[in-house]
């Protein structure tokens, strides 16, 4: 069966329905080169898939059909699972059980007919894979086949604990076949979640139009129904007796979903009945977003429901060498200032404007979080968005876990910020995410009081109990950390007396500098910062400034083309952010800095850079802080640096989303650049040509940018030295960070592609 990688002879497809029908026609179109055959008690639709071509033979009778089979799928109603469990087990009790055929079954309600299995069987065979096409129509019967119907859909298998692996492949073989995405989940997981997702939605569905049908003026309800009402009630013309027997075999979990359904109905019509128009801003929007959302995040990415994480597709970036840089750009907004604002403007009293905000995948996350903790935000559009302030104990407590993506930033500052809150809380994040160390900010959180759970090693998911008072504590942290630092501060503004941290280095004061702007005073007296618990903040207006991080990268691109001139607009120059600047000054730049103005309590400016040859340098200590995110660029910058750059004092990247100096140290062995890696650095030595020359500094080559952003962008601008293509996988998370940047790219004079490592197109 080499078309379609499956090893069945021969199919039975037992309920020759829309389902079931469809599946052979699929099966039949992705080149199947078995035998299918159908059985159903209704010997016209038989008839009728024989001459449609969608069946080879088949019969009413069940055990005549099984001869040869070597898979059965289950295509029938579920309340005529049992019967079906029954015959088929009848007749199967002849064969040696190591020769029965693999069974699977295509129910959208699992527990039930796993009960089916049990109650005909004896127990669950082995051989039986309990699955679910999540794809359907309102057509039904064997007319209405699709061969098309499960491609880019999803099915769900559900094995149990003793199924056999070699089953379970094959019938993940047969659906793959048909164009499926094969997930897997368990039984009782399986029926929450489609209880809500497809059942309820279709049980409103008939209440809906049965509820209008039955009205006097049903007729005129009808001839004036828009768009909106089809689309919604377009599901009520599916099979009745279908679902009817889905909502007998998943009661209890429809019931528990209609009783959500009922609650936030009634919450709803509260605030309509009250004319609470933020309320019902709060929860239109909310929902409004939510679909958004999630519907991006879910189109980028694969929920594997086993471990709540999320799997990036494998995109490629395929970067020619050479190129120019020129041209005046404005990167997007700085995510550190980003995620402040949304924080602080949800907890302020009044409404905060926010101008110049990042919309990338951080950020968003952290604007979806509080909008299920009951805040209304309207936006982003454009950079803009409205926060309709709570107060600071105005939080409500969220329906389940807060996603917060790959934003290392925005769970630790969630961290402090949940930890005063009344109620419990989870913080999760993806597969990335889920890596990184979160003890540096539970311990401390801890000494002032608040009880947290991690998993161990101190990594994420965060488990914050609520209701916890608070104590202000003197915390002298051990290594230099805007992160650990700025939750500290948003706990401390819950906590009785004063908070109070000291930093071993400077670090970035985005955190203080807003807080000052909300109106809370937070001190600072050389190393130290602090402010008292109780305060409150009142909300103002935001311009958020172009990310120096993201900026960088195109600073040193520039810094490392010949013939580049480029202008970056309004870029954040915030004092504890410029290590970059400094690094690059010192190795040789040509940068120059104008139209600098204080913008919402930050400074800005534009920058333009123009190539002169670099050099490498030994690097400051005191930069490393200052600079820590933006090293993955200025290592490029060093190996088209004349002579040797040196980095110590920066172990911090070992914990990034990357170890960023192992990963940087890979790459730039993977070109051919020479460099010694240390455990807190590492010494990288350039090959920049001579004076005036133009050619190349190292080799091309495939790099692993681990996931890491920073790793994908710092490669794609190296490219601009290389002599030949540089191809970076595992770039899908460079939209966490900087939305826009492949555009900017080709705007200035990289050639940068896009592709899908699996060989299909970019998005």
Same mark, same amino acid.
């Given at each position: 069966m080499q078309e379609t990688g499956m090893q069945e002879t021969r199919i039975l497809i037992v309920g020759l329905g829309l389902i079931g029908g469809s599946l052979a026609a699929a099966l039949k179109e992705a080149g199947f080169a078995g035998a299918i055959a159908g059985c159903d008690r209704d010997a016209d639709e038989i008839a009728r898939g024989i001459e449609m071509g969608v069946i080879d033979s088949g019969g009413t009778r069940f055990a005549e059909q099984l001869e040869g089979v070597s898979l059965v799928v289950l295509a029938v109603p579920v309340l005529a699972m049992d019967g079906v469990m029954t015959t088929l087990a009848e007749a199967l009790a002849e064969r040696a059980e190591h020769a029965w055929p693999v069974i699977t079954d295509v129910g959208s309600t699992k527990a039930a007919i796993r009960d089916c299995a049990q109650r005909a069987f004896g127990r669950v065979p082995p051989q039986l894979v309990?699955?679910?096409?999540?794809?359907?129509?309102? *057509?039904?019967?064997?007319?209405?086949?699709?061969?098309?119907?499960?491609?880019?859909?999803?099915?769900?298998?559900? /094995? =149990?604990?003793?199924?056999?692996?070699q089953a379970v492949a094959r019938v993940r073989a047969m659906w793959q076949a048909c164009g499926a995405e094969v997930l897997e989940m368990e039984v009782e997981r399986h029926d929450e979640v489609l209880a809500r997702t497809s059942h309820l939605p279709h049980l409103l569905a008939f209440s809906l139009v049965d509820t209008l049908a039955r009205q006097d003026e049903r007729l005129e309800i009808f001839r004036y129904a828009a768009g909106g009402f089809r689309d919604f009630t377009r599901i009520a013309g599916s099979d009745p007796v279908m679902w009817r027997d889905i909502f007998t075999a998943n009661r209890r979990a429809v019931l528990d979903a209609l009783d959500d359904f009922e609650a936030g109905l009634a919450r709803l019509r509260? @605030?309509? @009945?009250?004319?609470?128009?933020?309320?019902?801003?709060?929860?239109?929007?909310? +929902?409004?977003?939510?679909?958004?959302?999630?519907?991006? &995040?879910?189109?980028?990415?694969?929920?594997?429901?086993?471990?709540?994480?999320?799997? =990036?597709?494998? $995109?490629?970036?395929?970067?020619?060498?050479?190129g120019t840089v020129t041209g005046r750009i404005r990167v997007p907004g700085d995510k550190s200032v980003s995620h402040?604002?949304?924080?602080?403007?949800a907890l302020a009293e009044g409404v905060t404007e926010v101008k110049g905000?990042?919309?990338?995948?951080?950020?968003?996350?952290?604007? =979806?979080?509080?909008?299920?903790m009951g805040v209304a935000i309207e936006g982003p559009h454009q950079g803009r968005v409205t926060i309709h302030g709570v107060g600071m104990h105005g939080l409500q407590q969220? +329906?389940?876990?807060?996603y917060v993506g790959n934003a290392g930033t925005a !769970?630790?500052?969630? +961290?402090?910020? $949940?930890?005063?809150?009344?109620?419990?809380?989870? %913080?999760?994040?993806? +597969?990335? $995410?889920? *890596?990184?160390?979160?003890?540096?900010?539970?311990? /401390? %959180?801890? %000494? !002032?009081?608040? @009880?947290?759970?991690?998993?161990?090693?101190?990594?994420?998911? %965060?488990?914050?109990?609520?209701?916890?008072? &608070?104590?202000?504590?003197n915390y002298d942290m051990p290594m230099a950390s805007a992160q650990v630092k700025s939750c500290l501060l948003l706990a401390g503004m819950y906590a009785e007396g004063v908070t109070q941290v000291r930093e /071993?280095?400077?670090?970035?004061?985005?955190?203080?500098?807003?807080?000052?702007?909300?109106?809370?005073?937070? =001190?600072?007296?050389?190393?130290?910062?602090?402010? @008292?618990?109780?305060?409150? &903040?009142?909300?103002?207006?935001?311009?958020?400034?172009?990310?120096?991080?993201?900026?960088?990268?195109? &600073?040193?691109?520039a810094a490392i083309t010949p013939g580049a001139d480029l202008m970056l607009e309004h870029v954040g120059i915030n004092p504890t952010r410029i290590g970059v600047i400094n690094i690059l000054k010192a190795m040789g730049a040509d940068l120059e800095l104008s139209n600098q103005a204080e913008v919402g309590g930050e400074p800005v400016a534009d920058i333009r850079v123009r190539y002169t040859p670099l050099k490498g340098i030994e690097i400051p200590q005191d930069q490393v802080p200052l600079a820590i995110d933006e090293f993955p660029a200025l290592f490029i910058a060093a190996a088209n640096a004349e002579g040797t750059t040196r980095l110590r004092g920066a172990e911090e990247l070992r914990v990034k989303e990357s170890d960023r100096l192992q990963a940087m140290a890979d790459g730039l062995t993977a070109l051919g650049v020479d460099n010694t890696l240390h455990p807190d650095g590492i010494d990288i030595v350039g090959r920049a040509p001579g004076e005036g020359s133009n050619g190349p500094s190292y080799a091309g080559g495939h790099i692993d940018s681990l996931g890491d952003h920073r790793i994908a962008m710092a490669f794609s601008i190296a490219a601009l030295r290389a002599d030949a293509e540089i191809v970076i996988d595992d770039c899908a998370n460079v939209a966490t960070s900087f939305p826009g940047f492949i555009d900017l790219a080709r705007k200035v004079g990289l050639s940068l592609g896009e592709e899908r490592a699996d060989g299909g197109e970019g998005a």
């Open positions: 309990f699955g679910h096409p999540i794809a359907g129509s309102e *057509k039904s019967g064997v007319a209405a086949s699709n061969s098309a119907l499960f491609r880019h859909h999803k099915v769900i298998l559900t /094995p =149990q604990h003793d199924t056999q692996p509260r @605030e309509v @009945e009250a004319g609470d128009g933020d309320a019902m801003l709060a929860t239109i929007d909310r +929902a409004s977003h939510a679909r958004h959302y999630f519907d991006t &995040l879910l189109n980028k990415t694969r929920y594997q429901v086993s471990d709540h994480t999320m799997q =990036q597709q494998a $995109l490629r970036y395929r970067v020619a060498p050479g402040r604002s949304i924080m602080l403007g905000f990042l919309e990338g995948e951080d950020s968003l996350a952290t604007l =979806q979080a509080f909008r299920e969220p +329906a389940g876990p807060l !769970m630790r500052l969630f +961290a402090g910020l $949940l930890a005063g809150q009344a109620f419990d809380s989870e %913080l999760i994040g993806d +597969a990335s $995410l889920t *890596k990184r160390p979160m003890g540096r900010v539970a311990d /401390p %959180l801890r %000494l !002032m009081g608040a @009880e947290i759970e991690t998993r161990e090693g101190g990594r994420p998911p %965060l488990k914050i109990k609520g209701g916890r008072r &608070l104590a202000g504590i /071993p280095a400077p670090t970035r004061d985005h955190t203080e500098r807003m807080l000052n702007g909300f109106g809370y005073a937070v =001190q600072r007296d050389g190393d130290t910062c602090w402010l @008292e618990g109780g305060g409150m &903040l009142t909300a103002g207006p935001i311009d958020v400034p172009s990310d120096i991080s993201s900026a960088t990268f195109f &600073l040193v691109a």
